[in-house]
């Protein structure tokens, strides 16, 4: 190494060993933090999942990104009140989707989900309306390097990725992403039982 | 009892588990957290509300990452949320003083240099901007890979390391001025 790099690398070495002999946080602020842990209702229980859902919130967008994901938005649920009055569309192969199909109930739509991933040993859907359980809902190949499933979905907007080779999250290149909450990476999104004849 | 099992166990309302994440993790987000805001008050607000919004959003952690990034980014976002709201009243840079307030037995453990250091560095790095901290920090601070902190923070790789090298144009003069001072 020349004899720049190893300044640089000396140089950064120093903002490492500044950064890494920060001191640790007030035993008060821990003390806080516990009992205010200790205050909170159990995860999961209806107490929290309220509490979760009064929390102010906020995040910071570009305001084309906005506008981008509402007309993306908006696309998603014309395409699937359109689909949903035809038949199931054949898979093209091509590109992944999530297409709404007959309706089952009032309030239910079923949803075809496609997504092409040659090469692929086996593919899971997940999502809010599985819980994420990567073992509840697998996708079959049905053309050749292209996986897909049907399942029925109540109306509103779900969030959905594909597990491929149980390991693997993808998210689906035909639908938008659901904007950052703050928790994970963005999902794929899909509306589903938008107004029809749209 | 690794992270995935802690966190079974703390959904299904076993507190001392969750306890047990706050512990591994708690001193390593402190240290992002300071370095970031420059304000040991802020910082301590920051780890309260991770906390707390990862303990509430137990549910929503998918085992596709490590809880650590999840709570890293839970952590990344409380500070910019902290950040623009320190912006709006005015910039504070801590000093190792208040630090010493806390921890009087840290000066005989490191030498004078060491404290020279951690001063210039907080100064200069308050002075840097928010994203291009973030990215330093994130890269020579805790040492991430640049996949690891795309993924954290939703920015290409090539952004990202145009962040690193901005920031340490911006960083070696300041330093190295305070240095000479």
């Known amino acids: ?198 | 009892m690794n992270d995935i099992a802690l966190v079974a166990r703390a959904r299904n309302g076993d507190r001392d588990a969750f306890r047990a994440l706050v512990d591994a993790y708690y001193d390593e987000l402190g240290r992002f957290a300071w370095r970031y805001l420059g304000h040991r008050e802020d910082a301590e607000d920051a780890l309260q509300e991770t906390f707390l919004r990862a303990y509430r959003g137990l549910g929503r952690y998918v085992e596709r990452e490590a809880f650590r990034s999840w709570l890293f980014r839970i952590l990344i976002n409380r500070c910019r949320s902290l950040a623009r709201r320190r912006g709006r009243r005015g910039g504070i840079v801590v000093h190792n003083e208040e630090a010493l307030r806390d921890h009087p037995d840290e000066r005989t453990s490191a030498s004078t240099s060491d404290f020279e250091l951690r001063d210039a560095l907080d100064v200069a790095l308050q002075e840097l901007e928010p994203k291009l901290r973030e990215a330093l920090l994130l890269k020579h601070g805790e040492g991430l890979g640049y996949a690891e902190i795309s993924s954290l923070i939703g920015v290409s790789e090539s952004a990202l390391k145009m962040r690193v090298k901005r920031a340490c144009e911006q960083l070696r003069p300041r330093l190295e001025a305070m240095r000479h001072e």
């Open chain 1, 1 to 198: 190494m020349s004899d720049p790099e190893n300044k640089r690398e000396a140089w950064l070495e120093r903002i490492r060993e500044g950064y890494r002999s920060t001191p640790p946080l007030g035993p008060d602020a821990r003390r806080r933090l516990d009992d205010a842990l200790a205050a909170e209702p159990r995860p999961g229980s209806l107490g929290s999942i309220v509490r979760w859902w009064l929390e102010p919130r906020g995040f910071a967008a570009r305001p084309w990104a906005v506008a981008a994901a509402i007309v993306a938005l908006l696309g998603v649920g014309v395409l699937v009140g359109r689909i949903s009055s035809q038949h199931p569309a054949a898979d093209d192969g091509r590109a992944a989707m999530a297409r709404s199909g007959s309706a089952s109930a009032d309030s239910m739509t079923v949803v075809h989900f496609t997504l092409s991933a040659p090469g692929a040993a086996s593919i899971a859907l997940v999502g809010d309306f599985n819980d994420w359980d990567a073992s509840a809902t697998p996708m079959r190949q049905t053309a050749a390097g292209v996986w897909s499933v049907s399942i029925p979905l109540s109306h509103g907007r779900h969030v959905y990725a594909f597990v491929v080779n149980s390991a693997r999250w993808v998210n689906d290149p035909g639908a938008p992403l659901a904007p950052e909450d703050g928790f994970g990476v963005p999902n794929s999104v899909v509306v589903v039982g938008w107004p029809r004849g749209t």
